[in-house]
């Protein structure tokens, strides 16, 4: 119990919780850390949606298949970032998504569906978790609406510009460095993989960047920060 109520404390989504509060919310949501492999689901869609996580180590792919098997990457978390939030505060029986390891991680997993049912004792627990659940939503909702930014674009060149500008206003440079493969940041934008490599060779050669691999250098972007309260919920490409 130790060691999980150590991870419970090193997330800011229980990090306004006391200890007292944390041992009482290991015993009712069931708290317990899991490890996973590169690639192995933590989630699954179509799979009964009792549980969501914090990703305490490692990253995490929410992606979605067709029934033609093809995938696209709906985003990109990292430590900290909360999965399947939404679909418990809908209270949905499955989940709609997958959650795939990026790499090596370990996650918090929380039973949060009690969250939502009557208990024998009355504390504050259950308010603040709710209240951290909203939240999360609205941390969602602006990755999405970011997502969708991207993807309205008509062209790949535009798709690439809008993905390219929202890395270099998380880091505030011109220069920066994306963890998706060639093939991932192609599931991510809803490309073609040899029509994107293809694009953004064209470019590089319009004098628009320079890449070597996953870094990126914009040679012609107005760098605009975001402030302290956007980067709060600022769950989306979170570049490096």
Known sequence: MA???????????????????????????????????????????GQPAVSMGVILQGRVYIEDDDAFGNRSILAELHRGDTMAGS????????????????????????????????????????????????KIIAAEAVTQSRKLKCLSQRSIRGKLL?????CVQEK?????????????????????????????????????LRFDRNYFEMLSCEVKRESPEQDKTNTFLKAI
Do not use: W
């Not at 800011?12 to 689901?41: A, N």
């Not at 679909?87 to 989940?95: E, K, W």
């Not at 991680?105 to 951290?132: A, D, F, P, V």
């Not at 809008?162 to 929202?166: D, G, L, T, V």
């Open 172 to 208: 505030g440079e011109n220069s920066f460095t994306i963890r998706f493969s060639r093939q991932e940041l192609a599931d991510f934008l809803c490309l073609n993989r040899s029509a994107m490599s293809k694009e953004l060779g064209k470019m590089r050669d319009d004098g628009l």
């Open 3 to 45: 060691d999980c109520l150590s991870a419970m404390r090193s997330v800011e989504f229980l990090s306004h919780f006391s200890d007292d509060e944390l041992q009482e919310i290991g015993k009712c949501l069931l708290t317990r850390v899991q490890r996973y492999k590169k690639g192995e689901k933590v989630f699954e869609a």
């Open 87 to 134: 679909c418990v505060c809908a209270q949905r029986p499955s989940y709609l998504t997958s959650f795939i390891a990026a790499e090596p991680s370990e996650i918090l997993l929380l039973n949060c569906g009690t969250i939502y049912t009557n208990c024998n004792k009355s504390c504050s627990i259950r308010g603040k978790m709710l209240e951290n659940l909203l």
């Open 162 to 166: 809008a993905f390219f500008s929202y």
